[in-house]
C-alpha cells in the first residue's frame, strides 16, 4: 500500500546506544518531517527535509541527526540515547511546492514508533 | 513564530450531540493552512480537514466542519451527532505558505463520547 513506512513499531535502548529510526514513502513526496509525541506537548519537530540533500532542524533538534540522499528515504538518527528521548516518533511526508504555495498540502503519517531508553 | 493554542485538555460529548473543539492560533503571515487531526487509542494519525487563509467559506467534511474566525484567529473543530469511535485526541496543526513551510501542531484535546 502506498504510504509512509516506518520501522521499528517499538524498540527498547539502553543509556548511550545509538539507533536509526526508518522512515521512507512511495509517494513521491518532496517534503519530509520527524516528530516526537510526548503527554501533554503534542507533536514537536525535530527535523525536516524539503528535499533530497536539504535538511533542517526543527524546534526539538538536540540529540537527533537526519541526511535526505534519496526523496524516498529520511532516516532519524539517535547518537547516543538518553531517558529523555522516550518518547513516540512520527514520521511524515507531503507535496511541497518550493517557492509557490504549499500550505494547502496535509501530512501523511507514518504508524509511529514507540522508544524506550532504559 | 507560529503558534497553535488548544485550552481544553479533555472533553466529554454525548453520543449523538455535537462538540466544539478550539483551536486558536498566531502568525504573522498572511498565508497559511489550518489542518485537524484525530489520533484514535490506537495511535495512527488520521487527516480529518483542512481550511485555507483566504478560503471564503467554512470546510466541511461529512460530520466535520471547521469555524473559522480568520479576525478572531480561531479555527475550531465542530463534529455533529458524535459517535462512540469519535472518542479519541484530536490535535490542530498550522502550515506556514513561505519558506520552508513548517507544520506546528497543538497539544491536543482529548475528547470522549459517553453512550
Known amino acids: 500500500n502506498a504510504g509512509v513506512t516506518q520501522t521499528p513499531k517499538f524498540q527498547v535502548l539502553k543509556t548511550g546506544q545509538s539507533m536509526t529510526l526508518q522512515c521512507a514513502q512511495d509517494?513521491?513526496?518532496?517534503?519530509m518531517s520527524w516528530y516526537r509525541q510526548d503527554p501533554g506537548m503534542g507533536l514537536r519537530l525535530i527535523h525536516y527535509s524539503v528535499g533530497a540533500g536539504i535538511t533542517d532542524q526543527g524546534e526539538v533538534p538536540n540529540g537527533y541527526n537526519v541526511s535526505r540522499s534519496t526523496t524516498e528515504d529520511f532516516p532519524l538518527r539517535l547518537l547516543s540515547a538518553a531517558p529523555s528521548q522516550t518518547s513516540v516518533y512520527f514520521c511524515?511526508?507531503?507535496?511541497?511546492?518550493?517557492?509557490?504555495?504549499?500550505?494547502?498540502?496535509?501530512?501523511?503519517f507514518g504508524s509511529g514508533t514507540r522508544l524506550t531508553v532504559v | 513564530a507560529q503558534k497553535i493554542t488548544q485550552t481544553q485538555p479533555g472533553m466529554f460529548v454525548q453520543e449523538k450531540e455535537a462538540v466544539t473543539l478550539d483551536c486558536t492560533y498566531d502568525?504573522?503571515?498572511?498565508?497559511?493552512?489550518l489542518f485537524w487531526y484525530k489520533q484514535p487509542s490506537s495511535g495512527e494519525m488520521i487527516f480529518l480537514i483542512y481550511?485555507?487563509?483566504?478560503?471564503?467559506q467554512n470546510a466541511t467534511e461529512g460530520r466535520y466542519s471547521l469555524n473559522f474566525q480568520k479576525a478572531r484567529k480561531s479555527a475550531n473543530l465542530v463534529i455533529s451527532a458524535s459517535q462512540l469511535g469519535d472518542s479519541a485526541m484530536y490535535f490542530c496543526?498550522?502550515?506556514?505558505?513561505?519558506?520552508?513551510?513548517?507544520?506546528?501542531f497543538g497539544i491536543g484535546t482529548k475528547l470522549q463520547v459517553i453512550p
Open positions: 511524515a511526508s507531503s507535496y511541497s511546492n518550493a517557492g509557490g504555495v504549499s500550505f494547502s498540502y496535509g501530512y501523511t
Open positions: 481550511q485555507g487563509s483566504y478560503d471564503q
Open positions: 502568525t504573522s503571515d498572511p498565508s497559511y493552512g
Open positions: 496543526a498550522m502550515r506556514e505558505a513561505w519558506g520552508y513551510q513548517k507544520v506546528t
Open positions: 509517494m513521491n513526496h518532496e517534503y
